[in-house]
């Protein structure tokens, strides 16, 4: 009975593709926990204070059965004055708000057009959704205008609907969001924007790259909770109607159990922390410039300009065992290969955060130019 799954394993194996859960071990130069607020004494305090007042760790049931808690609605308010946006939802993970949005918003008729880097979250959405989809080359504005007036000569007479991410979590670029959004106003359409990488980390008081366009009716955000602010979870920022649509005919809310009402509270706080964390903004700002001008001087690497920063090295083995050799120097750093990015672009994935200090990145730079010249040999 289990000889094809056995089979499918050894194949990808063979390819240097197989995936394997691995324990915390090492420097973090792997996670998001970019402003190190995952561990922080604030967030412990403000999930202590939640349990001791009552605030229960779990839902019980669906947000329209018993399992909507006036911690879910503090925290959808608080999150649409923070991002200024005229209503939030909040979903128990960022993937479960990308897949919600776009299966469940763009209706029979429209079209969604996302650039071909966009997170596997929305290719499941997408797949589930009423509407076809075109892909357009990574951040090429004019790529995207010419494929919705193609469309449009084709017939399409429904709305269009552009999914992006306004930093791309594997290469570290950020989206042209002045030319899409733009582009969203010349041809009536909605620009969905996935925050998840930049929320907390740009922008005023870490509302994002998009915070300039947040309230605008055709603007829809994800501000993932799990990554710089240190929780779990997921913020969607968009027009009450929107709201209201999602919560009347999205199936990924109408039947999934609510999220923890104690999860809730602690995002409240962490909001909170991330609006005032300007020292920590700029902190990892040093860091990043930092990682930046040493790859490039060691390892003739160009800096993403990002917390995220790819080395490619194209060859799944190659990347496998360079992240080797950086483990058993006591790097946490993870090879990411396809189908995560594109064929011949297995690299290593390296995330700089406030849980590593300056002098542990000159070090694992350094480390990582001798790696290379290793596998050059």
Known sequence: ??????????????????????????????????????EAPELKEAARAALALGVPVGAG???????????????????????RAESA?????????NEALLSTLPQRGDCIFHDA?????????????????VAFAHNDAAALDGAIRAWRGAGGAGRAWIAVESLYSMDGDTAPLDDLISIAERHE????????????????????????????????????????????????????PLREFLINRCRNFIFATAPSPLIAACV???????????DRREALRARVALAGRELQR????????????????????????????????????RAIRPPTVPEGTARLRLSFTLNVGEAQI??????LSEALAREDR
């Open 117 to 133: 880097l966009i997170h596997a979250s929305a290719h499941d959405g997408m797949r589930l959704s009423r509407a076809p989809r």
């Open 268 to 278: 409240r706080a962490s909001l909170k922390i991330a609006e005032n964390a300007e």
């Open 1 to 38: 009975m289990l000889e094809r799954f056995r089979a499918d394993l050894a194949g990808l194996a063979a390819r240097d593709r197989l995936r394997a859960l691995a324990p915390r071990a090492g420097v973090d130069f792997a996670s998001n926990d970019y402003l190190a607020l995952a």
């Open 189 to 240: 359409a909605f620009l969905l924007v996935d925050e998840a990488h930049a929320t907390g980390v740009f922008g005023p008081g870490g509302r994002g790259l998009a915070a300039r366009f947040e309230g605008r009716e055709n603007v829809v955000t994800v501000h993932t909770c799990g990554k710089a602010l240190g929780v779990s979870g997921a913020l969607v920022c968009l027009a009450a």
């Open 61 to 83: 049931g669906s947000r329209l059965l018993r399992g909507n808690h006036p911690e879910h609605e503090a925290l959808e308010e608080e999150a649409a004055r923070f991002f």
């Open 89 to 97: 939802l909040f979903f128990g993970a960022g993937f479960s708000a």
């Open 362 to 367: 000159s070090q694992m730079v350094a480390d």
């Open 298 to 333: 060691l390892c003739d690497v160009a800096p993403s300009g990002s917390q995220v920063q790819p080395v490619i090295v194209g060859d799944d083995a190659r990347a496998m065992s360079l992240a080797a050799r950086l483990r058993a120097r006591g790097y946490d750093i």
